[in-house]
């Protein structure tokens, strides 16, 4: 939010801002603009680089965001590149990213690398302080969003960036991702909800009712309800009177939206939040029964990066994971549970 802040307070008489504050602000704010300038420009040449190799690698979130959401790249901070492909054309973005000096985010045996392929939604690659990371899904398999990714390809609208033209997300579909996104981290930090707020401001005709429409069909509709709420409660944003109606009515709506409001700004900066208030407050978002079920026996059974670091077997016994997971969480959570 510091970019936003150093916006808003430079229109404003002098002296009303102490000097040492307004300079301070003014140096975060020009770092952060550089930073985002680079990334940008990096961004562009993975782009070619990914179409040189015959993929089609759709950028979103980060650089796209702040065009799209804020007109104004250096707006919104960001600090990794987020890339949307193709199942299939996995194997050819690693080795595009491979042959750029990208290495995974950590280690990991070839067994692994497999599974991460065959259970996750997204992968994360660093090349010194640079991130990226691949996405075949736009969340995890527990806390889905599922949308068909042929209809994501054929809805792409075109982006400025610089003098070069991207393609990214529609409007509609970036709502989803937002709201999805933010959800997953229980709306933990205020610049997320910002996002939602300024894509309704500067997208007037943008079909909410065809949204939360297409939300119920894939069972995420109070996922989005919930963003809209905190968007219009928050940040004023921009409403319709029938979509303000459907927002209210939803009583569990209302109660995340409440938890929200009194968390926000309570969590103390990079201290990591309470997986149990996360996994109730995912449960708590899902609209149907049998999404919680998916969600519960996914988190209990699937093995992580956490369960390779606690205990280290050779690929050929990586079935046992699925034995030990299961230990691990009790052995871990048991004792709270209990209490």
């Given at each position: 939010?510091?970019?936003?802040?150093d916006?808003?307070l430079?229109?404003?008489?002098?002296?009303?801002?102490?000097?040492?504050?307004?300079d301070?602000l003014?140096?975060?704010?020009?770092?952060?603009?550089?930073?985002n300038l680079?990334?940008?420009?990096?961004?562009?040449r993975?782009?070619?680089?990914f179409?040189?190799a015959?993929?089609?690698?759709?950028?979103?979130?980060?650089?796209?965001?702040?065009?799209?959401?804020?007109g104004?790249?250096a707006?919104?901070?960001?600090r990794?590149?987020?890339?949307?492909?193709?199942?299939?054309?996995?194997?050819?973005?690693?080795?595009?990213l491979?042959a750029?000096?990208?290495?995974?985010?950590t280690?990991?045996?070839?067994?692994q690398?497999?599974?991460i392929r065959a259970t996750?939604?997204?992968?994360?690659?660093?090349?010194?302080?640079?991130?990226?990371?691949?996405?075949?899904?736009?969340?995890?398999?527990?806390?889905?969003?599922?949308?068909?990714?042929?209809?994501?390809?054929?809805?792409?609208?075109?982006?400025?960036?610089?003098r070069?033209?991207i393609r990214?997300?529609?409007?509609?579909?970036?709502?989803?991702?937002?709201?999805?996104h933010?959800?997953?981290?229980?709306?933990?930090r205020?610049?997320?909800?910002?996002?939602?707020a300024?894509?309704?401001?500067r997208t007037?005709?943008?079909?909410?009712?065809?949204?939360?429409?297409?939300?119920?069909?894939?069972?995420v509709?109070?996922i989005?309800?919930?963003?809209?709420?905190?968007a219009a409660?928050l940040?004023?944003?921009?409403?319709?009177?029938?979509?303000?109606?459907r927002?209210?009515?939803?009583?569990?709506?209302s109660?995340?939206?409440?938890?929200v409001?009194?968390t926000?700004f309570r969590?103390?900066?990079?201290?990591?939040?309470?997986?149990?208030?996360?996994?109730?407050?995912?449960l708590?978002?899902?609209?149907?029964?049998?999404d919680r079920?998916?969600?519960?026996?996914?988190?209990?059974?699937?093995?992580?990066?956490?369960?390779?670091?606690?205990?280290?077997?050779?690929?050929?016994l990586?079935?046992?994971?699925?034995?030990?997971?299961?230990i691990?969480?009790?052995?871990?959570?048991?004792?709270?549970?209990?209490?």
């Amino acid at each position: 939010m510091l970019p936003l802040l150093d916006h808003h307070l430079r229109p404003m008489a002098d002296g009303a801002v102490p000097a040492a504050v307004r300079d301070a602000l003014r140096r975060r704010a020009g770092a952060d603009a550089q930073r985002n300038l680079r990334l940008a420009g990096e961004l562009l040449r993975l782009v070619d680089r990914f179409a040189a190799a015959g993929l089609a690698a759709v950028p979103y979130k980060g650089p796209t965001v702040a065009l799209r959401c804020y007109g104004d790249l250096a707006l919104r901070p960001f600090r990794d590149l987020d890339f949307l492909v193709r199942p299939h054309d996995l194997a050819t973005a690693y080795q595009v990213l491979a042959a750029d000096g990208y290495r995974p985010w950590t280690p990991r045996t070839p067994r692994q690398e497999a599974a991460i392929r065959a259970t996750c939604t997204e992968d994360a690659f660093s090349r010194d302080d640079d991130i990226v990371e691949l996405h075949w899904a736009f969340a995890p398999r527990e806390f889905p969003l599922p949308l068909d990714l042929d209809e994501v390809w054929a809805r792409l609208e075109p982006l400025p960036l610089g003098r070069a033209q991207i393609r990214t997300l529609c409007a509609e579909h970036l709502l989803l991702v937002l709201c999805a996104h933010g959800a997953k981290h229980c709306w933990e930090r205020l610049g997320w909800i910002c996002d939602v707020a300024e894509l309704l401001r500067r997208t007037p005709g943008l079909d909410l009712c065809g949204v939360l429409d297409q939300a119920r069909a894939l069972g995420v509709e109070r996922i989005v309800l919930l963003g809209l709420r905190l968007a219009a409660e928050l940040l004023d944003a921009p409403l319709p009177d029938r979509v303000a109606r459907r927002v209210r009515d939803d009583r569990t709506v209302s109660a995340l939206a409440a938890h929200v409001r009194a968390t926000l700004f309570r969590r103390v900066p990079a201290a990591s939040p309470d997986p149990w208030n996360s996994r109730l407050f995912h449960l708590r978002a899902r609209d149907r029964w049998r999404d919680r079920l998916r969600y519960c026996a996914r988190v209990a059974l699937t093995p992580t990066a956490g369960d390779w670091a606690w205990l280290r077997l050779p690929d050929a016994l990586y079935a046992l994971y699925y034995v030990t997971r299961p230990i691990r969480l009790m052995a871990k959570y048991g004792g709270r549970l209990m209490r």
